[in-house]
């Protein structure tokens, strides 16, 4: 390589290096007259856990739509590791690290655990269109069963979908999610509909993620959120209204007003 390439590849290494995991640069979103996003700035770093608060048409399910590649911004700028992705469909940025689930499960409940979670692994590797059987040595399988484990499902594992509870569930969303080394995933409300015992154990798994897997959560519990998160973003009517560390969050008067209505215990 000449010395202009090399030096052309150090800059991009060093470009790669220091670029956020996330970048929102005037990020909006227009449905007709409605804005449903509005200026929307906003940096994540790598292997940052951010939690995005705020109540029920705040935006926040349109910008994980957009960071997706679900919906185009109507204006702004996308970018992922310091590539521009603001065009890119979903499968593009799915190739590029970015993972999510959604707020409705999305399951093959005829399946078992093992075999859900096989397919999800299978879907982002090489041998995707393979008709062949995994054999007992396929790293696949051994892929499989650690990510179960990972989300506390290893006693699960061939028990099919259908029957497990509505957690059990939730909890093998995120193994799908895990799939095929992400190293960003949106987490859409996951602890909604879970009981107390649920929720802490949403809490366990969140918190003992890889350190180098970055996650932004859409949360309406607090509780889950606050623990969870490095940082917060608030968001009220399309627009960023907060940041800041979980603690200022929750202490925050305006923010205290706003949305829960006084104190927060």
Known sequence: MSETGLEQAAVAVSNSASAHALELSGVSKLFGALAALSEIDLAIKPGERRAVLGSNGAGKTTLFN?????????????????????????????????????????????LTVRDNVYLACRGVSRGRYSFLRPRADDSLMQATEDLIAAVHLSDLIDTPVAVLAYGQQRQLEIALALAGAPRLILFDEPAAGLSPTERRDLVDILTGLPRHIGFVIIEHDMDVALRVAERVTMMHNGRIFKEGLPEEIENDPEVQALYLGGGHE
Do not use: H, K, W
């Open 66 to 110: 957009c960071i997706t590649g679900d919906f185009l911004p109507s204006s702004g700028r996308i970018r992922m590791f310091g590539e521009d992705v603001t065009q890119f469909p979903a499968q593009e940025r799915i190739r590029r690290g970015l993972r999510r689930t959604y707020q409705i499960s999305l399951l093959f409940n005829g």
